[in-house]
Nanobody, 121 residues
Framework: QVQVVESGGGLVQPGGSLRLSCTAS????????LNWFRRPPGKEREFVAA??????????YYAPWVKGRFTVSKDDAKNTVYLQMNDLQPGDTAVYYC????????????WGQGTQVTVGS
């Protein structure tokens, strides 16, 4: 059974940066998509970005509102996808979740517990 764990959240000032990590376990070195979602306070959960581990030249997927501020990268050896977030603003305050799926458009079969990102002074 695949499990994912997020890390890297915290408190950051407006304009600052954070890098979140999502590490998957229980994989058999097969390609696997790791997605980032977030849930701002009082709002619905929304998609942020995604890419696949163990898939050469895997595509990167972003929500339209990301507009270059966030970037996904990966380390196949660590079964990890990173979300680099730059120029963070108070509107980016949210719990950020990682979700795993075996193919884009497929069922999300596992979710992490989430990591809190708070942007404020």
């Amino acid at each position: 059974q695949v499990q994912v764990v997020e890390s890297g959240g915290g408190l950051v000032q407006p304009g600052g940066s954070l890098r979140l990590s999502c590490t998957a376990s229980g994989l058999a070195f097969t390609s696997y998509y790791l997605n980032w979602f977030r849930r701002p306070p009082g709002k619905e959960r929304e998609f942020v970005a995604a890419t696949a581990i163990h898939l050469p030249r895997s595509n990167e997927y972003y929500a339209p509102w990301v507009k270059g501020r966030f970037t996904v990268s990966k380390d196949d050896a660590k079964n990890t996808v990173y979300l680099q977030m730059n120029d963070l603003q108070p509107g980016d305050t949210a719990v950020y979740y990682c979700a795993g799926q075996r193919r884009i458009g497929g069922e999300f079969e596992t979710w992490g517990q989430g990591t809190q990102v708070t942007v404020g002074s």
